[in-house]
């Protein structure tokens, strides 16, 4: 087995110097550490380690965020480690356990073309909560927006075979956001992966983390948010044009033609939007282009006529004036909305 460990750190203390110890007692003899601009008082760890012939420390003048030191690392590695099976990413903190590392590495040999995501429990009761609540959030929005099944997205521990390097070194992000974006090529890309337990470990409340639970939250779910904005600008778009349809023809059509015709109008040139925005920035699918516009239109009169058929039924039934019925079809849809971006994920846009 040849594995390279890349460990980016900023700021180190002595824990640094453990996980290498462990690493090394366990055989890994090329490691690769990333000192992300720490000051001159953490220092001493990197000065140490640099003595270790197993090590390789990597600078950067300043901080440039965890995504960027692990790019490092891999455009390193593609261009000087031409031989090896694959890397694995180890945090610096001393929270991934060196029999997980190595378990995770052979794992990756034998499954040899699927990326290795070493995952914890969040179930137990001294898992922080906000790394609790985070990871659960985060893991229910790429199950249902993404389709990606990965209990623990948070893991900073994972194996990756060497073909894989090239392109996760061209993933976009440099702070923490990056790791998520990796996650995401999984999908762009169709690359497999297996999970792997592993020992949860968090110290002094994970104290140690450089995450900004603000600040690096946004920007990660600024990610994940791209998959649901064109569905959400096309209800709007369809909501407005419903409005301004409904409101000039209000008097002139009889209720049931008024819905219909507002209902029309408001899908055609939301659904033209939408259409186009979802297939070359969300789903970035590389499917039939008319087979994909043909599916999507089978579904979009299928959503088309349940919209129409609940506004219609529930303000005649409730007697609903112009607000109300506006209302009303805001509230449908975005249940609709919900339903019909699943169908897109697994069959209009379909890979």
Same mark, same amino acid.
């Not at 015709?261 to 939007?273: H, K, M, P, Q, Y």
């Given at each position: 087995?040849?594995?390279? +460990? %890349?460990?980016?750190?900023?700021?180190?203390?002595?824990?640094? %110097?453990?996980?290498?110890?462990?690493?090394?007692? @366990?055989?890994?003899?090329?490691?690769?550490? +990333?000192?992300?601009?720490?000051?001159? *008082?953490?220092?001493?760890?990197?000065?140490?380690?640099?003595?270790?012939?197993?090590?390789?420390?990597?600078?950067?003048? +300043?901080?440039?965020?965890?995504?960027?030191?692990?790019?490092?690392?891999?455009?390193?590695?593609?261009? #000087?480690?031409?031989?090896?099976?694959?890397?694995? =990413?180890?945090?610096?903190? #001393?929270?991934? /356990?060196?029999?997980?590392?190595?378990?995770?590495?052979?794992?990756?040999?034998?499954?040899?073309?699927?990326?290795?995501?070493?995952?914890?429990?969040?179930?137990?009761?001294?898992?922080?909560?906000? &790394?609790?609540?985070?990871?659960?959030?985060?893991?229910?929005?790429?199950?249902?927006?993404?389709?990606?099944?990965? &209990?623990?997205?948070?893991?900073?521990?994972?194996?990756?075979?060497?073909?894989?390097?090239?392109?996760? &070194?061209?993933?976009?992000?440099?702070?923490?956001?990056?790791?998520? #974006?990796?996650?995401?090529?999984?999908?762009?890309?169709?690359?497999?992966?297996? /999970?792997?337990?592993?020992?949860?470990?968090?110290?002094?409340? $994970?104290?140690?983390?450089?995450? $900004?639970?603000?600040?690096?939250?946004?920007?990660?779910?600024?990610?994940?948010?791209?998959?649901?904005?064109?569905?959400?600008? &096309?209800?709007?778009?369809?909501? *407005?044009?419903?409005?301004?349809?409904?409101?000039?023809?209000?008097? @002139?059509?009889?209720?049931?033609?008024?819905?219909?015709?507002? =209902?029309?109008?408001?899908?055609?040139?939301?659904?033209?939007?939408?259409?186009?925005? #979802?297939?070359?920035?969300?789903?970035?699918?590389?499917?039939?282009?008319?087979? *994909?516009?043909?599916?999507?239109?089978?579904?979009?009169?299928?959503?088309?006529?349940?919209?129409?058929?609940?506004?219609?039924?529930?303000?005649?039934?409730?007697?609903?004036?112009?607000?109300? =019925? +506006?209302? =009303? @079809?805001?509230?449908?849809?975005?249940?609709?909305?919900?339903?019909?971006?699943? %169908? /897109?994920?697994?069959?209009?846009?379909?890979?």
């Amino acid at each position: 087995m040849k594995v390279s +460990v %890349i460990i980016p750190s900023l700021n180190p203390d002595n824990k640094l %110097i453990q996980v290498v110890d462990a690493l090394v007692a @366990k055989g890994f003899d090329d490691i690769i550490l +990333v000192n992300d601009g720490s000051d001159k *008082a953490h220092m001493q760890p990197f000065l140490q380690l640099k003595e270790y012939r197993q090590c390789t420390v990597l600078t950067h003048e +300043v901080n440039r965020g965890k995504g960027r030191g692990l790019k490092t690392a891999f455009d390193y590695c593609i261009a #000087n480690r031409p031989d090896i099976d694959g890397v694995v =990413t180890v945090d610096g903190d #001393n929270q991934h /356990q060196a029999e997980d590392i190595l378990n995770c590495c052979n794992k990756m040999i034998e499954y040899k073309d699927k990326v290795i995501l070493g995952v914890r429990d969040f179930s137990g009761d001294d898992v922080p909560p906000k &790394s609790k609540f985070g990871n659960n959030m985060t893991s229910f929005v790429f199950k249902f927006v993404c389709g990606l099944n990965i &209990s623990d997205t948070q893991t900073g521990l994972r194996a990756i075979p060497l073909k894989f390097l090239p392109l996760f &070194s061209k993933v976009k992000g440099e702070r923490f956001e990056y790791e998520t #974006n990796m996650l995401l090529e999984f999908k762009n890309s169709n690359i497999d992966f297996v /999970q792997v337990p592993i020992e949860t470990v968090y110290i002094e409340e $994970n104290a140690s983390t450089h995450f $900004n639970p603000i600040k690096d939250s946004l920007k990660i779910y600024g990610v994940i948010f791209k998959y649901i904005f064109s569905s959400l600008a &096309s209800s709007v778009i369809d909501l *407005a044009i419903f409005s301004v349809v409904s409101v000039l023809v209000y008097n @002139k059509l009889e209720d049931s033609l008024r819905i219909l015709l507002a =209902t029309v109008i408001a899908r055609v040139v939301s659904s033209l939007f939408n259409f186009l925005f #979802n297939r070359k920035a969300v789903f970035k699918a590389n499917n039939n282009f008319g087979k *994909a516009m043909v599916r999507y239109y089978i579904l979009c009169v299928c959503q088309l006529m349940v919209s129409y058929g609940l506004v219609y039924v529930i303000t005649s039934l409730l007697g609903l004036g112009q607000v109300m =019925t +506006v209302v =009303t @079809k805001g509230i449908i849809d975005t249940i609709l909305f919900m339903i019909s971006f699943y %169908i /897109q994920r697994i069959w209009v846009f379909r890979k």
